[in-house]
T-cell receptor
């Protein structure tokens, strides 16, 4: 069975541009989570989607946004990129009633120059 | 609020050494506790879990016991291998966790040398 997939693997953007990251959850999972893993800072929770709705978001500015599609895949958009947005962005999915057991994708490495 | 504190790394061990990575937590209610592992270039994988006090989670030779009295969930392995080199994250899930069902520690990098 396929795991969580993310694309692209690497993304290089310049400051001020927009980045779009994509995630496909495991089949049957309806909840999707986004995390930012910046160097030395562990995982910072970004967004949580369930059944197409945004359940909650972490302490990030509004230029971080996303959506979940009817097939439960998800997109993370980062507008007006700043240098400190350079990080590994991890997507995870889960069954809605087992939200603590999350399955992670390999991540998208975003570099802002 | 809910939080997880892990020992800072990096931790460097020789092959076959004993491993302990300390993890303590603060939570309201009765949390479930987890260890996730991130191998180089990969996402996180659930390593083991414990859902109530005195439970012991185990997997791949790793163990952790949920100690309510000391609010701890230390990860141990009796004999590490080079292939165990990774970053280990302690996490909790508690009722009314707020933003997210999982709260992670900052991670501990383990390097095992032959």
């Amino acid at each position: 069975e396929a795991g969580v997939t993310q694309s692209p693997t690497h993304l290089i953007k310049t400051r001020g541009q927009q980045a779009t990251l994509r995630c496909s959850p495991i089949s049957g999972h309806t909840s999707v989570y986004w995390y930012q893993q910046a160097l030395g800072l562990g995982l910072q929770f970004l967004l949580w989607y369930d059944e197409g709705e945004e359940r909650n978001r972490g302490n990030f500015p509004p230029r971080f946004s996303g959506r979940q599609f009817p097939n439960y895949s998800s997109e993370l958009n980062v507008n007006a990129l700043e240098l400190e947005d350079s990080a590994l962005y991890l997507c995870a999915s889960s069954f809605p009633l087992i939200a603590y057991e999350q399955y992670f994708g390999p991540g998208t490495r975003l570099t802002v120059t | 609020g809910n939080s997880v504190t892990q020992m800072e790394g990096p931790v460097t061990l020789s092959e076959e050494a004993f491993l302990t990575i300390n993890c303590t937590y603060t939570a309201t209610g009765y949390p479930s506790l987890f260890w996730y592992v991130q191998y180089p270039g990969e996402g996180l994988q659930l390593l083991l879990k414990a859902t109530k006090a005195d439970d012991k989670g185990s997997n791949k030779g790793f163990e952790a016991t949920y100690r309510k009295e000391t609010t701890s969930f230390h990860l141990e392995k009796g004999s590490v291998q080079v292939s165990d080199s990774a970053v280990y994250f302690c996490a909790l899930s508690a009722p009314r966790s707020g933003n997210t069902p999982l709260v992670f520690g900052k991670g501990t990098r383990l390097s095992v040398i032959a």
